[in-house]
């Protein structure tokens, strides 16, 4: 992500952190690449700032190769009024499309749990609705807002 462009290189000044619990994935390709984390017990983002595949490559002739796969996330604290940006947009999300993208305790998506309060209408004007708002700028405020970084 362009937002996290400055750290590519450096991100690993910062501690590497034990554990962090997900509560919901707002960006997704093959896994989460960015949202909501819980870590003692305070809500922090989280942003995909490095894979395997960025620094390494298949082998060309090794069909049995299997890459040490990983994704490192970058941990940064959100404003107060970043936080709540983004809890009432998932709020939203939930309410209109589904809780497809929340972990339960043990960081696993329990099913695609979809109410009776969504519809395909309310799936087409969530989505038609979010194309006029005003993005939320997520950027890290400052290097002392960043707890760390996680790999899984």
């Known amino acids: 992500m362009k937002r996290l462009e400055k750290y590519k290189g450096s991100y690993q000044k910062f501690p590497q952190l034990p554990t962090m619990k997900k509560l ?14 819980l870590i003692d017990g305070q809500k922090y983002w989280y942003e995909c700032i490095e894979e395997w595949l960025d620094n390494n490559s298949y082998p060309e002739d090794d069909d049995d190769f299997e890459s040490p796969w990983y994704r490192r996330f970058l941990i940064w604290k959100l404003t107060d009024e970043q936080l709540a940006a983004i809890e009432t947009r998932h709020a939203k999300f939930q309410r209109m499309v589904g809780m497809h993208t929340d972990y339960n305790e043990e960081g696993k998506r329990p099913n695609f749990h979809y ?27 400052s290097d002392e807002m960043i707890l760390g970084w996680y790999e899984w």
């Not at 896994?31 to 909501?36: A, K, M, Q, T, V």
């Not at 799936?123 to 038609?128: H, L, M, N, R």
């Open 24 to 37: 919901c994935h707002f960006g997704y390709w093959d896994g989460p690449l960015s949202g909501l984390c």
């Open 115 to 141: 109410n009776e309060t969504i519809t395909p209408e309310t799936v087409a004007q969530f989505y038609a609705e979010s194309k006029n708002e005003t993005p939320i700028n997520l950027d890290p405020i």
